[in-house]
């Protein structure tokens, strides 16, 4: 009878425990370098409509899209406009390593000033709080906290060896520096999911760079180079293939009841790119909501390989540049090749469209 009791009680308690692990949400560092609305902020509320599945223990900022403090004011206002205000933000990473404007000029003749999106460097860094653009709906009254953003990602990661995951969507600064200084974290890490890159695709900024990686590219040889167990690359090979059509934009920005995410979307893709809504442009971009859709269902990507990835530091015409090859390799990444998209908006639209959680 005793021994009956035991075995009643032991599966009770595995019962319990498998609930709990269940249950138990995935946490979550979000790194970005937040432009004015658009993907990041849409990737961030992604995430925010699913609070039952992952807790974002906190915002690291760096400069990427733009310079860290306008970052921050817009990160601000998607966090008050998502419920989210208690999610803490710090100040990450104001520059690349090595990278600067006068490089990326020098860069830009050697290719006979063919360079695209040069983000942060195309604008001048702001020096005052009054210099900066004020966010959707304006400014809010929130501060960043005290401690860096690479103090807390490494404390974080000690503090859960094993659990975090690590989206990192704009260059990659912070978690570099991290791992620079603290290499241990590297297998503390769960997995690192990222966006940014390129394989096969041309890059964006340059013929041969992607955007954040060429921003930064000794930070991201420094990250793919890692013995981070998990990286999940989302680069130009599936980002340039995901896009919103001027139809799918009008169905989630007219969706009926209004709310005030479906406004954000509104306001982010149709106000602020309004060559998206004119004849000649009938759809639009949605890089970084690619890694965040991921989290929440990667069902939705079809095909993926794994590369031994470095990226080319010597500069001259091809830096920034991914250097891939397919090989056999534990410390492989995993690249991101191609989805499907009618799969991808169905979640996307579901999350755009249902009321802000709380």
């Known amino acids: 009878m005793i021994q009956l009791k035991m075995i009643k009680y032991a599966v009770s308690c595995l019962l319990l425990t498998f609930t709990m692990l269940s249950q138990a949400k995935e946490l979550i560092i979000f790194d970005t370098d937040m432009p ?8 961030l509320a992604m ?11 906190g915002i690291t900022t760096v400069a990427g899209n733009d310079w860290v403090p306008q970052g921050l004011e817009y990160t601000f206002r998607t966090l008050t406009l998502m419920n989210a205000s208690h999610i803490p933000v710090y100040v990450g990473a104001k520059s690349p390593l090595i990278q600067s404007a006068e490089r990326a000029k020098q860069q830009n003749k050697l290719l006979k000033n063919t360079m695209g ?44 060896p094993g659990e975090i995951t690590l989206l990192a969507i704009g260059p990659l600064t912070n978690i570099a520096m991290a ?35 060429w ?43 209004e709310t005030e995410l479906t406004q954000y979307f509104k306001h982010a893709l149709g106000t602020v790119h ?5 004849t000649h442009k009938k759809k639009t971009g949605i890089w970084d909501c690619l890694p965040a859709a ?43 090749l191609n989805l499907n998209l009618d799969k991808f908006y169905t979640v996307f639209k579901k999350l755009m469209t249902a009321p802000i959680e709380k």
């Open 47 to 57: 995430l925010l409509q699913q609070r039952t599945k992952f807790k974002i223990l």
């Open 294 to 336: 991921y989290l929440i269902d990667p069902s939705f990507v079809t095909q993926s390989d794994y590369f031994t990835l470095d990226v080319e530091t010597q500069f001259g015409p091809k830096y920034g540049k991914v250097i891939s090859k397919k090989n056999s390799n534990p410390n492989d990444t995993q690249v991101m």
């Open 215 to 257: 921003f930064d590219p000794e930070a991201a040889k420094i990250v793919l180079n890692s013995q981070i167990p998990q990286k999940i690359l989302f680069g130009l090979d599936i980002t340039d293939k995901a896009f919103l059509t001027k139809e799918q934009f009008l169905e989630i920005s007219n969706h009926k009841p």
């Open 117 to 160: 999106w040069q983000g942060a460097f195309g604008k001048p860094r702001p020096k005052h709080r009054h210099n900066l653009r004020p966010p959707y709906m304006g400014f809010t009254k929130l501060k960043p906290k005290p401690q860096t953003a690479v103090d807390f990602i490494i404390e974080t990661i000690n503090a859960h």
């Open 36 to 43: 004015y609305l658009k993907d990041d902020g849409l990737a």
């Open 274 to 278: 309004p060559k998206f809504l004119s």
């Open 179 to 213: 791992i620079r200084l603290r290499p241990e974290i590297e297998t503390k890490i769960k997995r690192i999911v990222i966006m940014g890159g390129n394989v096969y695709a041309p890059g964006n900024t340059t013929p041969h760079a992607e955007f954040n990686v």
